[in-house]
């Protein structure tokens, strides 16, 4: 089973930008996905970057949220801009899915990193 661990989370304050980290024990070539769960709320995919590169964003983070992928460092990331109140949530990076598609539903995954807190104030 491939460990993925993110990290890069923290605390800021509104329109400000954080860029996390996920880093996979070994390559996969699963498409990697980012998901954030709030208290009382559903887990929420946010982003995907497939096998080849390609992205898809949830509706509430287009144009902030960018996926990207170092294939030789095995990590992905999700740089976070304009963040506002209503993106504070555990985030989570998540692999196991089909490679070539861009999927941000949980089920389609079945490996999921710890976890790592964004915090936005207003």
């Known amino acids: 089973q491939v460990q993925l661990v993110e990290s890069g989370g923290g605390s800021v304050q509104s329109g400000g930008s954080l860029r996390l980290s996920c880093v996979a024990s070994q390559y996969t070539y699963s498409a990697m996905a980012w998901f954030r769960q709030a208290p009382g709320k559903e887990r929420e995919g946010v982003a995907v970057?497939?096998?080849?590169?390609?992205?898809r964003y949830a509706n509430s983070v287009k144009g902030r949220f960018t996926a990207s992928r170092d294939v030789a460092k095995n990590t992905v990331y999700l740089q976070m801009n304009s963040l506002q109140p209503e993106d504070t949530a555990m985030y989570y990076c998540a692999s196991g899915s089909l490679p070539l598609y861009l999927l941000l539903t949980a089920s389609d995954y079945n490996n999921w990193g710890q976890g790592t807190q964004v915090t936005v104030s207003s």
């Open positions: 970057i497939n096998s080849v590169g390609s992205t």
